[in-house]
């Protein structure tokens, strides 16, 4: 894991992403179902942070909620972000911003990798991992740009070993190269935030020891913040900080092994 100091917990300055008092209501019929009650987390700036619990905890609810994703029914979801033109950082709330805009930032600031995949089947690997940037974009100025995105697209997919599998379809990958591919996907229009859900709930043992190794060193060489939801302890444990939820809530927060 990065051998740089990671930031205190108490250290507001370098929180990246949180989650304030959020609270989450479904309703089925007249029937309100609470998921999340109150949570209150941050991920720091180049911090590696897992989110634990077991099944209907909550994780995955929160996960999309810090991703906007969703919104919650009570509690907010703040943003650090960088200044512009030597202004300094602010963090702003981004739960309650015009659709529009949620939109721009789950495209530009957020990256998504998720346990099934989702690749379009009928495009390739170079394609589908394209696909972020040609819908950021307008086609004109995409087709003015396409040759630095294939560029950009390529260098990604190197960097997660796949380059001998640029053309191929989903159908013709194995589970561990569709999530190598849904990373680079992820990683192409250059985030600062990765999320993941359960990025090796769907390998094996051994494929999912590469994942966790391609995320450590995104990590580590890019100072790349990932927050991962998991229900393997081991898998958890190789993040730098363990926020453990129960019954909708933190129950305790931990410094990984």
Known sequence: ???????????????????????????????????????????????????????????STLL??????????????????????????????????????????????????????????????????????????????????????RDQANAIIEQVGLSHRLKHRPSELSGGEMQRAAIARALVARPEILLADEPTGNLDAQTGRGIMELLCSLNEEHGLTIVMVTHDDAIAKQSHRIVRLANGNVERLEKAA
């Not at 998504?112 to 991992?129: A, G, M, S, T």
């Open 1 to 59: 894991m990065p051998s740089f100091p990671q930031p205190s917990t108490n250290d507001a300055s370098t929180r990246h992403l949180s989650a304030v008092a959020i609270e989450k209501v479904y309703m089925k019929g007249q029937h309100r179902i609470p998921v999340l009650r109150g949570v209150e987390m941050h991920a720091h700036r180049g911090e590696f942070l897992s989110i634990v619990g077991q099944s209907g905890s909550g994780k």
């Open 64 to 149: 999309h909620l810090m991703g906007l994703l969703d919104q919650p029914t009570v509690g907010e979801v703040r943003l650090r972000c960088e200044g512009a033109d030597g202004k300094p950082t602010e963090t702003l709330r981004v739960d309650n911003l015009p659709a529009a805009t949620r939109d721009v930032l789950r495209n530009r600031v957020f990256g998504f990798i998720f346990q099934f995949y989702h690749l379009l089947p009928e495009l390739n690997v170079l394609e589908n991992v394209l696909a972020p940037l040609m819908i950021r974009d307008s086609t004109m100025r995409y087709w003015k740009n396409r040759r630095e995105y």
